[in-house]
């Protein structure tokens, strides 16, 4: 990790997926204009990137190409814009802001914000089925990464964990329910995004379960370190009012169930489970690794 600059890998490949994204995006300006801008805003409000850096870095990590890469990476990064201008909603978590700016549907109305958020999760899988990718790659291939993208981020994944997640309010939960949550909400699209890159980019059975296990490890300690944030009043711009809403609706936290200081252990456990399954890749796994610790290590 001496030797590898993850902050500029992030940088560079933030700046690579912003410019494929406003790619694609720019076809939906033929259609209705203030859906487009809505889309156009939720898409580009700051976020880190992660999921489709993720994809990119376990793809490189096999010598997966850019161009075979790109569209899976971009599609994942609507389906996880889509779910956080669902999730700010009155009906659901009730949120002004979004990364210190104004939530989707306090710029554009509830309706259009909605409607932006299923546009966003249709032109994924639109994007993913184009003509041009089920010829660059083998069909199969993309039949298998479009039923295992669509798992993750359905009711066996993102949208069950967010249900369980709604039921959870107000409720006292154990741990093993806080995990459910977060494996499904959160980490089903993490370890999706590791999966994804590793196939495309042609993984061994094996290797593939090794980036498996350190996805889902990934997934898991990114929701608790985002638990962690929110517990200090640090996360997504919302500060000490989301955090003062968490415990009034009382929502299943790590920090709220077991504490902060078990939480910060717990997250450093999952970074060394991280490391471990990707050490046989020796510096090639850099990118991952840097990863792996930026996650961590916005807790400390």
Same mark, same amino acid.
């Not at 033929?30 to 976020?47: C, D, E, I, N, W």
């Given at each position: 990790?001496?030797?590898? #600059? !993850?902050?500029?890998?992030? $940088?560079?490949? $933030? ?13 939906? $300006? ?7 801008? @809505?889309?156009?805003?939720?898409? %580009? ?11 990119? @870095? ?6 997966? $190409?850019?161009? %075979?890469?790109?569209? %899976? ?13 669902? #999730? =700010? ?6 949120? =002004? ?34 003509? +041009? ?15 295992? !993208? ?20 107000? +409720? ?27 196939? !495309?980019? *042609? ?11 350190? *996805? ?9 370190? =985002? ?15 989301? +955090?003062?809403r968490d415990r009034e609706r009382k929502k299943a936290t790590y920090p709220s169930v077991v504490g ?7 997250? +450093? ?32």
């Amino acid at each position: 990790m001496s030797t590898f #600059d !993850i902050e500029n890998y992030l $940088k560079e490949r $933030k700046s690579l997926i912003d410019r494929s994204l406003d790619r694609y995006l720019r076809e939906s $300006k033929k259609h209705p204009q203030t859906l487009y801008r @809505a889309m156009h805003y939720g898409v %580009f409000s700051g976020g880190k990137r992660l999921r489709p850096i993720l994809l990119l @870095a376990a793809g490189e990590l096999f010598g997966g $190409k850019h161009r %075979f890469l790109l569209p %899976f990476a971009c599609a994942l990064e609507l389906i996880h814009t889509y779910s956080i201008i669902h #999730d =700010d909603l009155p009906a659901l978590d009730n949120d =002004d802001l979004r990364r210190g700016e104004l939530a989707n549907h306090k710029v554009f109305g509830e309706g259009i914000a909605l409607l932006a958020g299923d546009a966003l999760l249709t032109e994924a899988f639109h994007l993913m089925s184009r003509p +041009q990718v089920m010829e660059a790659l083998k069909p199969r291939l993309v039949l298998e990464a479009l039923n295992e !993208i669509a798992h993750a981020a359905g009711i066996g994944g993102m949208v069950g964990g967010q249900a369980v997640d709604l039921e959870a309010e107000g +409720q006292e939960v154990n741990i093993a329910t806080v995990e459910y949550i977060h494996v499904r909400k959160t980490g089903a699209l993490i370890l999706t995004a590791a999966r994804m890159g590793a196939r !495309i980019g *042609g993984a061994t059975p094996k290797e593939l379960s090794r980036i498996s296990r350190f *996805g889902e490890f990934l997934g898991l300690a990114f929701q608790i370190a =985002d638990d962690i944030l929110d517990a200090r009043g640090q996360s997504g711009g919302k500060g000490g009012a989301r +955090q003062a809403r968490d415990r009034e609706r009382k929502k299943a936290t790590y920090p709220s169930v077991v504490g902060l200081a078990a939480s910060k252990a717990r997250v +450093q456990e999952l970074l060394q489970h991280c490391l471990k399954e990707i050490e046989l890749f020796g510096k090639d796994a850099d990118p991952l690794r840097g990863i792996a610790h930026y996650v961590v290590e916005r807790t400390l």
